[in-house]
């Protein structure tokens, strides 16, 4: 350790001029990202923004309608009282939605006439505008508690460059907002526990911000009381009768926002896990009730805080300057800057507790979904620079030191501006670990319980059915209406098979009408067209076309399983369940140019025949572009089949 130097006058303003560049080169490259940024590109910014059109459009908290309007749906919801809300705390969106009202009275546009304008803008006021006065006045407190010029730059530096709090500045989140908060409320803490340098205004607006930021990261309910024991011990009159009531304000201000929107006291997230969360409307089960990909809990609790901590979203292999925070945490008390020991010992409190809490929360392991950062202890980045100081003010002059200090911050910057334009994207760490094949929290792909080579998916059983029968319709380019219909025919001559009757029809007028005859046992074991096609019962030898016509092919290839989904049709309210398959081969035409015929099936077990829709395209192998595409849609069935548990595709 070497002697630091004191910050002197003459370098007083150089220092302040750098640190002020500093911000505004930060916040100016984060504004040009954000006019850059798509806008409602995740399900966490839509479930907000619903809420914010909601409030201003419609007077309601209620996101019914807006979800319906294409690319604002969202993930991010709960269903109570037979209307859907966003999932997220009321207050932030209802404060963003006065402002949004105001901002369409003044400029006249709205989210409706010039949506990407509009949010660009709120997000610039709401986050850009924020973050640089927050972090002016963070670097006030460096200036003050870190006399050291290498050393004050270079948490100036990590401030403004190095955290992963810098993509979500373009995106309309709480994790910044409660993080800009607490940039805000430890300058104004610190002070105040000084007597020499305290004012009243100081616990007020302490108490005002660290209570709002409290409300925006409810985890975070930890540090506004030790924020409040902390500011009693130093000065209890003051803490009581300004900091109490201020910080009262956004507190009354949630509850308030949150009975509005729910009629109860709670938050909807306390009622994560329940039928709030896991609903089933319109025959559409919530994301929730069934997560998927990296939403999916999969790791141990040992492999939970290895990757928070030290794998691919881990706060010291992301952002391994805070390599340093550690070291300033284990500093002999001799070493640390008494002003800000009690400050440095609650980051330390509050880092634990928040890992605790959330490696207790086994149900929820997704490292905050599909993210760049553990976005959830963003909050706690304030802190984490704070615990720095004495390491640097100490330390700071040594050449080792900055060889040390260098690389981490460069890997750290690297991380904060690798995501180009939103931090909705898994990070660099992440990406890398899955290529080596590391770590696999994909899906696997469902798989038939036998071979598929048609593409029709159930056979009727038994007696006759006459209203086992489904329509389908498909306009080519020339707007033509051509209907395709499948008919159940009764039982054949031997046991096990089945007679189909299959209508087609241009326009009103029926083109071709033909009966087949079925194996029914082959079908239902997977055995290919030529096996289970028998007859035609008009007394026509079966041709190559008819073959051709069940397989949905001009040749033999297997269909192939790619995942569920829950398809919305004109036939009824409720969504079928579907489970989408594929097949293709290739082809030459007479030129000799050589084509790709694919066809994509939704199966289904709730309609007759076993198929919700499908589409047919030929493509251009060369190229690539797509010569033609048919999509044949379901008009009418005679009847809905019972959804099945388990499946029995």
Known sequence: MTETNTLNASLRPVIGWASLLMILASMTIVTARLWDAPTLRSANDRSRWCTVWSLVERNTYQIDEIRQRPGWDTIDIVRHEDHFYSSKPPLLPRLVAELYRGVKALTGWSLDSHPELVMRLILFLINIMPMGLALWMFSG??????????????????????????????????????????????????????????????????????????????????????????????????????????????????????????????????????????????????????????????????????????????????????????????????????????FQGLGVLLTLATLAFYLSRTDNYNYGGVSVALRWILWLTPFWILAMVSVVQNWGNLLKFRWLAFPLLAVSIFSAWTPSNAPWTQNWIYRLMEQAKWIDYSDPRPEFQQTHYTWLGLLPTGELQEDYWIRFQSTDTLGTVEQLELRDAGPGEQEHQRRVKVIRSVGDVISSEVTYLLEGSLFATGRPVEEFLLSREDGQELTEQDRSFFRGMPRRVQYILSRIRYEKTSLRTDAFRSHICYTNVSEKLEDGTPIRISRDVWLTEELPFGVVKWEERVLDRSSGEVLVRRIWLPAASGKFLERPEPSRF
């Open 141 to 342: 407190l460096l200036r003050e508690e870190c006399p050291n010029p290498f050393g004050y730059l270079l948490l100036m530096a990590i401030a403004c460059f190095g955290t992963m709090l810098l993509p979500f500045l373009t995106v309309f989140n709480n994790h910044n907002v409660a993080a800009t908060s607490f940039f805000i409320a430890l300058p104004l803490a610190v002070r105040a526990l000084s007597p020499e340098r305290r004012r009243n205004w100081h616990f007020v607006a302490c108490g005002l911000v660290t209570a709002f930021g409290t409300c925006n990261e409810l985890p975070s309910g930890l540090l506004g009381l030790g924020v409040f024991l902390i500011l009693l011990r130093a000065a209890p009159k003051q803490t009581l009768t300004l900091f109490v009531p201020a910080a009262l304000i956004p507190l009354i201000a949630f509850f308030v926002a949150n009975f509005a929107a729910t009629g109860s006291w709670k938050p909807f997230y306390a009622s994560y896990g329940t039928e709030t969360y896991e609903f089933v409307h319109e025959g559409v089960p919530s994301y929730w009730s069934d997560p998927k990909g990296v939403d999916r809990p999969r790791d141990s609790t040992l492999g939970y805080l290895f990757h928070c901590t030290l794998g691919h979203h881990g706060i010291l292999s992301l952002s391994p300057i805070f390599l340093l925070t550690i070291w300033g945490w284990l500093l002999p008390s001799t070493y640390r800057n008494p002003r800000l020991r009690a």
